[in-house]
């Protein structure tokens, strides 16, 4: 065996247990919570020693930093699939609402509160901005591209926008999951996020 198929090895080793570890620590994660999840029973389930969790993740809230990235990546895939039909900028707004509450459905009320939770965390690396999300990045574009069709105001920055319509939404995702009158509620916020664009 010669010594790059012994790395390549390694590196195929690491990433299996790096794996298990985040679907066990995500399991763990929907069961208690972030704060209440015990680094044991991920550790138990993932088949690796204690130490292990902490080598590939150094802390539990780094698990839900990959989570992001992950769902984010696969939001922002599905969001691009969208946007590649005729639509307007409605429909855009409408779309992301749509991807992001299922968001829910799939990781669960009390992780997705976490996940959502995250976005506004002290301790969030403090180097990122708007352009380091794909979700982000594809919402400003759609903004700017429909400013420059003459249907949003001049004045609007959207990448600005496109951050204020997202971090409202994770605002009220968060705060409103057992509100009776939630999805009227979202309609009205992108009736009104479109109103403060200047659509016409």
């Known amino acids: 065996m010669t010594s790059s198929n012994r790395v390549s090895v390694r590196e195929t080793k690491r990433l299996q247990t790096r794996e298990r570890l985040m679907g066990a620590a995500v399991a763990e994660f929907k069961r208690s919570g972030m704060a209440e999840a015990d680094v044991g029973a991920i550790v138990a389930a993932a088949g690796v020693a204690h130490g292990t969790f902490f080598f590939h993740f150094p802390t539990k809230e780094h698990v839900l930093l990959e989570l992001e990235h992950r769902e984010e990546q696969r939001i922002a895939g599905q969001f691009g699939r969208f946007l590649e039909a005729e639509h307007d900028l409605a429909d855009a707004l409408q779309e992301a609402v749509r991807l992001i509450s ?64 997202l971090l409202g939404l994770y605002a009220l995702l968060t705060t409103t999951n057992t509100w009776p009158t939630r999805d009227a509620m979202l309609g009205d916020y992108v009736t009104r996020s479109l109103r403060s664009l200047g659509v016409r």
Do not use: C, W, Y
């Open 102 to 165: 299922g968001l829910e459905r799939r990781l669960g009320e009390v992780l997705f509160k976490e996940f959502l939770a995250l976005h506004f965390s002290q301790t969030r690396p403090p180097a990122e901005d708007g352009r380091d999300h794909p979700v982000i990045v594809a919402l400003a574009q759609e903004i700017a591209q429909a400013q420059e069709a003459g249907h949003v105001d001049p004045d609007v920055n959207p990448m600005n926008s496109a951050v204020f319509f």
